[in-house]
């Protein structure tokens, strides 16, 4: 918070709040020709679902994501952290567990000391160290601005999979962690982020996602995503979509981080949280009264946020519970699936 040096100034974005917007990567996708099929490919892009994952054998699946963006913070070591933390999560929301790591390294060479480029590496190494995995490689660019991620490896067993596609009818989504992140990070360029919300912010966006590994283990779990740039609805439509169902979400229900419901009250919010909007409102249906804020709250893009976790009433609980010990202490059931045409119902409970 106090550096003279800010990583922020030199971004137009920050975090995954710097992605494409869902119908930007849409048209673009829509363009490329139809893959041919592949007999080992599991996943591939047919569901935008978090990772591809490709069979090696009757035991093992080898789980491949990549993701990279700007500084969400001015701290050079916690935006590694932040970063390496945010990829790491597209494996755990398949169920498999991280085996080791490349380095995407992009950094204006002359614009910034090459000590401050040193912490940003040296923080992603203590994510990944904490993950019990390695950087093992990478590459690195001149570019015009810093980026910095990882191209993130793991392994999962082809029965414990878990998709974005698996929902059934009748599921309850459980979300792990508060919305808010975009919040804080537009709060934080404007100087308006408090001592305590930038410790929520850096806490909550270094907490890996590990919880995913253990989830094909809980009889009931049908699907998982995590929640990033798309925001809540848009990983949730995702999700929607993979299922053939309806995600009715109670607005009022996801958990949000300390101090966001004041700051988006106040008008802080992302360029991302509309572009979200823009890309796929006409897919959700608005309660009447539905106040802007808490729109854009759902909408916001959240940089290494929590899982979305399709579970069967029975298991919920069970879910919550495992949430919670693992230091997810705001896992919240927030909505359900339920049959009907594939778009979100929001709908207080």
Same mark, same amino acid.
């Given at each position: 918070?106090?550096?003279?040096?800010?990583?922020?100034?030199?971004?137009?974005?920050?975090?995954?709040?710097?992605?494409?917007?869902?119908?930007?990567?849409?048209?673009?996708?829509?363009?490329?020709?139809?893959?041919?099929?592949?007999?080992?490919?599991?996943?591939?892009?047919?569901?935008?679902?978090?990772?591809?994952?490709?069979?090696?054998?009757?035991?093992?699946?080898?789980?491949?994501?990549?993701?990279?963006?700007?500084?969400?913070?001015?701290?050079?070591?916690?935006?590694?952290?932040?970063?390496?933390?945010?990829?790491?999560?597209?494996?755990?929301?398949?169920?498999?567990?991280?085996?080791?790591?490349?380095?995407?390294?992009?950094?204006?060479?002359?614009?910034?000391?090459?000590?401050?480029?040193?912490?940003?590496?040296?923080?992603?190494?203590?994510?990944?160290?904490?993950?019990?995995?390695?950087?093992?490689?990478?590459?690195?660019?001149?570019?015009?601005?810093?980026?910095?991620?990882? @191209?993130?490896? %793991? $392994?999962?067993?082809? =029965? !414990?999979?878990?998709?974005?596609?698996?929902?059934?009818? #009748?599921?309850? *989504? +459980?979300?792990?962690?508060?919305?808010?992140?975009?919040?804080?990070?537009?709060?934080?360029?404007?100087?308006?982020?408090?001592?305590?919300?930038?410790?929520?912010?850096?806490?909550?966006?270094?907490?890996?996602?590990?919880?995913?590994?253990?989830?094909?283990?809980?009889?009931?779990?049908?699907?998982?995503?995590?929640?990033?740039?798309?925001?809540?609805?848009?990983?949730?439509?995702?999700?929607?979509?993979?299922?053939?169902?309806?995600?009715?979400?109670?607005?009022?229900?996801?958990?949000?981080?300390?101090?966001?419901?004041?700051?988006?009250?106040?008008?802080?919010?992302?360029?991302?949280?509309?572009?979200?909007?823009?890309?796929?409102?006409?897919?959700?249906? @608005?309660?009447? %009264? $539905?106040?802007?804020? =808490? !729109?854009?709250?759902?909408?916001?893009?959240?940089?290494? #946020?929590?899982? *979305? +976790?399709?579970?069967?009433?029975?298991?919920?609980?069970?879910?919550?519970?495992?949430?919670?010990?693992?230091?997810?202490?705001?896992?919240?059931?927030?909505?359900?699936?339920?049959?009907?045409?594939?778009?979100?119902?929001?709908?207080?409970?």
């Amino acid at each position: 918070m106090s550096e003279t040096f800010r990583l922020t100034s030199l971004a137009h974005g920050g975090g995954c709040g710097c992605k494409l917007a869902p119908a930007v990567l849409g048209d673009i996708m829509a363009a490329l020709p139809a893959a041919t099929p592949f007999a080992a490919l599991m996943v591939g892009t047919e569901t935008s679902d978090d990772a591809a994952v490709w069979r090696l054998n009757d035991d093992q699946a080898l789980v491949a994501t990549t993701d990279f963006f700007t500084p969400v913070v001015d701290d050079p070591f916690e935006f590694g952290r932040i970063a390496a933390a945010n990829a790491l999560s597209d494996v755990y929301a398949m169920g498999a567990a991280p085996i080791f790591a490349l380095a995407i390294v992009g950094m204006p060479v002359g614009k910034m000391p090459v000590e401050t480029i040193q912490q940003i590496l040296a923080g992603g190494a203590a994510v990944c160290a904490a993950a019990g995995i390695p950087i093992a490689g990478g590459h690195s660019i001149d570019s015009a601005e810093p980026i910095y991620g990882l @191209v993130a490896l %793991g $392994l999962v067993h082809p =029965r !414990r999979l878990l998709k974005n596609s698996g929902g059934q009818a #009748g599921d309850v *989504l +459980i979300l792990t962690k508060p919305l808010g992140v975009g919040v804080y990070s537009a709060a934080l360029k404007q100087d308006r982020l408090s001592e305590a919300g930038y410790r929520a912010l850096i806490a909550s966006t270094t907490q890996l996602n590990t919880i995913g590994r253990d989830l094909p283990g809980i009889v009931g779990v049908h699907a998982v995503t995590d929640v990033t740039g798309f925001g809540l609805l848009g990983h949730a439509l995702e999700m929607a979509r993979g299922a053939g169902l309806t995600v009715a979400i109670d607005p009022n229900a996801p958990p949000l981080h300390p101090g966001v419901e004041a700051l988006a009250k106040g008008g802080v919010r992302t360029g991302a949280s509309g572009r979200n909007w823009a890309s796929y409102g006409a897919a959700v249906r @608005v309660p009447e %009264g $539905l106040e802007d804020w =808490r !729109r854009d709250i759902l909408c916001d893009p959240q940089t290494s #946020g929590g899982l *979305l +976790i399709a579970v069967s009433p029975d298991a919920a609980d069970r879910v919550l519970e495992l949430s919670r010990a693992r230091g997810f202490v705001h896992a919240k059931a927030v909505g359900r699936l339920v049959e009907g045409p594939v778009e979100i119902r929001m709908e207080s409970e």
